[in-house]
């Protein structure tokens, strides 16, 4: 995965408030936990190279969909949660938002310090990604944040944005150690932006004379060069509608959770008590961490785990929220003494919506379950930043298939 896609970021302002970033910390947290023990550090690094994944992790935190805001959020508060015990984790996160990205060759001194590995090759290749980024690919848009994750086995990916003043939009940047053969020519992982028609692009293959020494850049094809990347819109709207998301996965979803009972699946017993709508957040946190990357398509999905901090589309259950990192956390734990039967259960349970999508026709009214979602929001402890879900006179879960 060389490329892995464009995507078009509208730009938020704003704070995350404390109740929903110290939430995001520890769900970060137990979802890198988990892709560690399952699948590697390898893993974690290309996961976060992937920027259809990274929209769809943001997502599934509570924050805002479809916004530029995910980038700054979500690294802060893996930052946070994951450095004090990195040693343990073997993931090291560097960097920031403005003063903190400059602080990114210091930090990586200190961890080589620690692992032994070449500080020397880190900090190059922390200095160079964010010089083809900001110098070399001159697309109007000036980084601003910069973080660079590494392994204690050395590998390593980077993360960075930039803003164009002119339009208020940002673009994301992925960077991925893997598979990079030279800073200098096509070497990234992804670009997430508005694609804005020709750009000066000197890390383009089509730019290779051009860097050895030919002056005359003017006619480098970036249309061509983009048609390399898959392409994830991101709209400007607030909302979420059908169009954004996958109607066949989203009612697979809503089946199984709302439908169907937990004492039918034999492999979910370990579930059991678990409710319907905390079902539905551990059914999309758990494809998080075990689908595939062609299931991150559509990050819009993904908050119908818990919410979105604006409202959209619908306040952040808090509570359900709670008992999924609670349920998330105590997996963790019995899987570090040997015992992983709770986290398997998680598993299934993506396993089963999976499969439950394969003869599944999407019949229901996507407009319905969002209402439905605001209307009890309240019984869950509902929060967005502008305050409490208030409740509604007609709360009744409705039946939707």
């Known amino acids: 995965m060389k490329r892995s896609g464009t995507a078009t970021l509208p730009l938020h302002y704003g704070k995350v408030p404390p109740w929903l970033y110290e939430r995001m910390s520890a769900l970060g947290l137990s979802i890198v936990e988990v892709i560690l023990a399952d699948y590697g550090k390898a ?29 700054t959020s979500v690294m802060g508060a893996l930052k946070r949660s994951i450095n004090p015990i990195a040693k343990d984790l073997g993931i090291y996160i560097c960097g920031g938002k403005g003063k903190y990205s ?41 980084l601003y ?4 994750i590494l392994s204690d086995e050395g590998s390593w990916a980077v993360i960075q944005q930039g803003l164009n003043d002119a339009d208020g939009t940002a673009r994301r940047y992925h960077w991925h150690s893997e598979n990079l ?16 028609g020709e750009i000066l692009n000197l890390t383009a293959s089509d730019a290779k004379d051009n860097r050895n020494g030919i002056l005359d850049i003017s006619h480098t094809n970036s249309e061509k060069i983009m048609q390399d990347f ?3 819109i991101l709209p400007q709207h607030h909302e979420v509608t059908a169009k954004d998301v996958d109607l066949k996965r989203l009612g697979a979803l809503l089946y199984v959770t709302r439908e169907l009972q937990p004492q ?54 808090i509570n ?38 394969k003869n599944f026709t999407p019949d229901f009214d996507f407009d319905a379950v969002v ?18 879900a208030k409740p509604s006179t007609d709360g009744i879960q409705l039946s939707l298939f």
């Open 43 to 71: 893993e974690v690094l290309r996961r976060l190279s992937d920027p259809f994944w990274f929209q769809s992790f943001g997502a599934v935190m509570g924050m805002d969909w479809h916004s530029s805001g995910i980038t």
């Open 102 to 142: 400059k602080e990114t060759p210091s930090e990586l001194l200190l961890i080589a310090d620690k692992t032994g590995l070449n500080a020397d090759s880190l900090v190059r290749a922390s200095k160079l990604t964010a010089k083809v980024d900001n110098t070399a690919i001159q697309d109007g848009y000036q």
């Open 145 to 148: 944040l910069h973080n660079f």
């Open 181 to 196: 053969k030279s800073f200098v020519d096509d070497p990234h992982s992804a670009i997430q932006g508005v694609n804005r």
């Open 230 to 232: 898959a392409n994830l």
């Open 264 to 317: 039918n699946f034999e492999d979910l017993l370990l579930l059991k008590g678990v409710g319907p709508r905390t079902m539905q957040s551990l059914a999309l946190v758990s494809e998080v961490i075990h689908g595939a990357p062609s299931r991150f398509k559509d990050p819009a999905r993904f908050s119908f785990a818990h919410g979105g901090k604006d409202g959209h589309p619908f306040p952040v259950p």
């Open 320 to 357: 359900t929220f709670d008992e999924s990192i609670s349920i998330l956390q105590k997996g963790v734990e019995k899987s570090k003494l040997g015992n992983s039967d709770k986290l398997k259960s998680i598993e299934k349970l993506h396993r089963i919506v999976a499969e439950t999508e």
């Open 371 to 388: 209402e439905d979602e605001r209307r009890n929001s309240f019984r869950f402890g509902g929060k967005t930043v502008m305050g409490d």
